[in-house]
């Protein structure tokens, strides 16, 4: 047992042994293996950085090569530019010598000139100094005859040289005083004239400004019937209907030949229309009796109130006034109905409003004032047919009633000039009156009447010695007077229109202006053949 034990524990330790021996060879294997591993790689790298150095070596000589190529060739432009710059210079200072050269030569010139001109200049003041001791002598013998001159007028005359100039200076003085008179006057016209021309722009602007339509009414309205048998059944039997419709709105009914008309004549506008309206509703609805005659004229008279009010109140919108007293507004809106030569009275009311507003406004006074003066300027001729007195009277004591300022009193009252003015409103009041009732077109004319001023027109102007021919244009407003040439000059033509205008003025009525225009023209003809 125990040999076999050592057996084993000696099999044992051979094979350890032979196994570290293994090792031992392995281990040395292993380092000669990698030893020639890193010998060839030392070696594959020894050649890669002979080959790397060869490689830079070659690129930097190439790259030495371009450089100096490089560098060959900019030094080659730098000569280039060196010697092109050097060349322009060279051709620079050549033209500049070339000029210098041209100012010596030009200096030399001018040397030589100036020294011809010295010698002309000698030769000048030469010739100038006998001339100027011939006309002292020329001016001593001048002195010398008007002495004598003097001596002898002072023996013609029998005055002394101090007389004489005193009657000269006296004669001067008094023609200068005229002439200075002449121009003062000449000042004063031309302030009158910007003045006058001034206070037309201000009015024409608020004319222009205003433009409203009037319509004409007449004392009698007409009212279209049907047929003529409407005639007879609104005269009905034994005229016991055209009687109740005369009695009830208190105006006359006119039944003639004229046919499908009758004819409604009242002086006052209210009652003619509601009788109107009355007799229209009364053909449209062809019951015609007494009792139907009332029924309907009660209510032709509200409606006419309800218009009246309405139109009042329209009015007094257009002008911009919204406090007003209700009653004044019912009486305003009476004037839609109310006529003066043709022109609307409420119309033309609302027209002076705005104008007198205008005019109060370029004239800095008070706008409100001369607005509501205007307005109710002629509000009495809305209650002239039922109170006694004149329509200003009336329109006075309607705005006291009423509670009107003293200022719109006193605008009613004098804008017709029955009181002296007591204010710049009252004026302008007045105005815008004129402007609103002359104005063209304002107010009807009759024919005739157009017809004769046209030909009164062109009578005065021809009536003037050296007038050819004279027109009458623009309605009357523009008179337009041709004149011989031969026989009128300009400033002749100028004192000619002064005077036709001085004598319409002083022989003719007419509203607005009248414009005089003479014209004064020559005209020369031939014919070339």
């Known amino acids: 047992m125990s040999s076999i034990s050592y057996l084993c524990n000696a099999a044992v330790n051979a094979g350890v042994i032979s196994g570290v021996i293994a090792l031992i060879v392995g281990v040395a294997v292993g380092i000669v293996v990698f030893k020639l591993l890193i010998s060839k790689k030392i070696d594959k790298s020894k050649s890669n950085a002979v080959k790397i150095i060869e490689e830079a070596y070659a690129e930097a000589k190439s790259a030495k090569k371009e450089a100096l190529l490089e560098a060959k060739e900019e030094a080659q432009k730098i000569r280039d530019e060196a010697n092109i710059e050097a060349k322009e210079r060279r051709n620079e200072i050549l033209k500049q010598e070339e000029r210098l050269g041209q100012r010596e030569e030009y200096v030399s010139k001018k040397e030589a000139s100036l020294d011809t001109r010295a010698e002309q200049f000698e030769k000048d003041k030469e010739r100038l100094d006998d001339d100027r001791n011939k006309l002292a002598k020329a001016l001593e013998e001048q002195k010398k005859i008007k002495d004598d001159m003097i001596v002898e007028l002072e023996k013609i005359s029998g005055m002394t040289k101090k007389q004489a100039k005193d009657v ?17 006057k000449r000042i004063e016209d031309e302030a009158k004239e910007n003045a006058d021309k001034n206070a037309r ?25 049907p047929n003529d048998e409407m ?36 002086f006052d506008p209210i009652r003619r229309e509601i009788a109107r309206l009355a007799l229209e509703k009364l053909i449209v609805d062809g019951r015609i009796h007494p009792a139907r005659v009332e029924e309907v004229v009660e209510k032709a008279t509200k409606e006419v109130e309800r218009t009246t009010k309405e139109a009042g109140e329209d009015a007094c919108n257009k002008v911009g006034i919204y406090n007003l007293n209700p009653e004044l507004v019912k009486i305003m809106g009476r004037l839609k109905f109310r006529t003066s030569y043709g022109q609307n009275c409420l119309t033309h009311s609302v027209e002076t409003s705005i104008i007198a507003g205008l005019i109060a406004t370029e004239l800095g006074a008070n706008v409100a004032v001369a607005k509501r003066g205007g307005f109710l300027h002629d509000i009495g001729k809305a209650l002239d047919h039922e109170i006694e007195g004149t329509h200003v009277s009336i329109g006075v004591e309607l705005a006291k009633k009423y509670k009107e300022s003293p200022e719109v009193v006193h605008c009613i009252e004098a804008h017709h000039g029955n009181v002296p003015f007591g204010s710049i409103e009252a004026i302008i009041v007045q105005v815008a009156d ?29 009536g003037f010695k050296g007038v050819d021919k004279s027109f009458a244009i623009q309605a009357g407003r523009e008179v337009r007077i041709m004149v011989k040439p031969d026989m009128i000059s300009d400033n002749e033509a100028m004192f000619l229109a002064k005077d036709i205008a001085k004598k319409i003025e002083n022989e003719m009525q007419y509203p607005g202006q009248i414009k005089v225009n003479v014209i004064r023209e020559s005209r020369f003809t031939d014919t070339a053949k």
């Open 168 to 184: 000269l200076i006296e004669a001067v003085t008094e023609e200068a005083k005229k002439d200075a008179g002449v121009i003062v």
């Open 231 to 266: 005639k007879g059944r609104i005269i009905g039997r034994e005229g016991r209907n055209i009687r109740s419709i005369e009695s009830v709105t208190g105006v006359e009914l006119i039944v003639d030949d004229t046919p499908e008309t009758i004819t409604i004549s009242s």
């Open 434 to 462: 004129a402007i609103s009732s002359t104005r063209p077109g304002a107010r009807r004319e009759s024919f005739e009447n157009y017809i004769k001023r046209l030909q009164q027109l062109e009578e005065i102007a021809n």
């Open 201 to 225: 722009e201000i009015v024409m602007g608020a004319i222009q400004k205003c433009a409203t339509d009037i319509s004409s009414e007449m004392t009698i309205t007409s009212v279209a019937l």
